[in-house]
T-cell receptor, first 111, second 110 residues
Framework: QKEVEQDPGPLSVPEGAIVSLNCTYS??????FMWYRQYSRKGPELLMY????GNKEDGRFTAQVDKSSKYISLFIRDSQPSDSATYLC???????????FGAGTRLTVKP | DAGVIQSPRHEVTEMGQEVTLRCKPI?????LFWYRQTMMRGLELLIY????????DSGMPEDRFSAKMPNASFSTLKIQPSEPRDSAVYFC????????FGQGTRLTVV
């Protein structure tokens, strides 16, 4: 079993839809949870960062962490075609030192 | 700062040849990471450095892979000899608090 599991998709939604992306993990030592966005032929860029459990909101994006279930989510409200990218979850036990990534979910938002 | 700079952006080489990938981290960042990304395996951590010292190289797939960080502003990942299964995109990232990735080097071994 991989340390971090993420459905690779692809996921296709119409513009304006709410998107839900999820990851599960097995290592209970993970404390830091990140979502990265990667456009085609580019490096990943940090989108959201959460420490421990709880919710964090940034504009149209909301990250949720449920450590008891070892489950994290990213919600995108009012999705836009510019949100089309691959979204990777990442997590680490020590801040940034040993990030483990999910496989990434490829999202397409159709106009 | 121009961000994390990787070179070359693309590399095509023949099986058996030595390949050297280069990375210039963001100034002031004390962590540097090398990742490999493939469709099959996703983004895998190969090795990371703290203050130029290798901390964890357990992700390096074989002895054919080696990485060095001679100073705070430069790191290399070397594959010798290269094999077709090494074909992937190799990313370098550096971090202080947040990790920033370079644009990647797309390696094709034929």
């Amino acid at each position: 079993q991989k340390e971090v599991e993420q459905d690779p998709g692809p996921l296709s939604v119409p513009e304006g839809a709410i998107v839900s992306l999820n990851c599960t993990y097995s290592n209970s030592a993970f404390q830091y949870f990140m979502w990265y966005r990667q456009y085609s032929r580019k490096g990943p860029e940090l989108l959201m960062y959460t420490y421990s459990s709880g919710n964090k909101e940034d504009g149209r994006f909301t990250a949720q962490v449920d450590k008891s279930s070892k489950y994290i989510s990213l919600f995108i409200r009012d999705s836009q075609p510019s949100d089309s990218a691959t979204y990777l979850c990442a997590m680490s036990a020590i801040n940034n030192n040993d990030m483990r990534f999910g496989a990434g979910t490829r999202l397409t938002v159709k106009p | 700062d121009a961000g994390v700079i990787q070179s070359p952006r693309h590399e095509v080489t023949e099986m058996g040849q030595e390949v050297t990938l280069r990375c210039k981290p963001i100034s002031g960042h004390d962590y540097l990471f090398w990742y490999r990304q493939t469709m099959m395996r996703g983004l895998e951590l190969l090795i990371y450095f703290n203050n130029n010292v290798p901390i964890d190289d357990s992700g390096m797939p074989e002895d054919r892979f080696s990485a060095k960080m001679p100073n705070a502003s430069f790191s290399t990942l070397k594959i010798q000899p290269s094999e077709p299964r090494d074909s992937a995109v190799y990313f370098c990232a550096s971090s202080g608090f947040e990790a920033f990735f370079g644009q990647g080097t797309r390696l094709t071994v034929v």
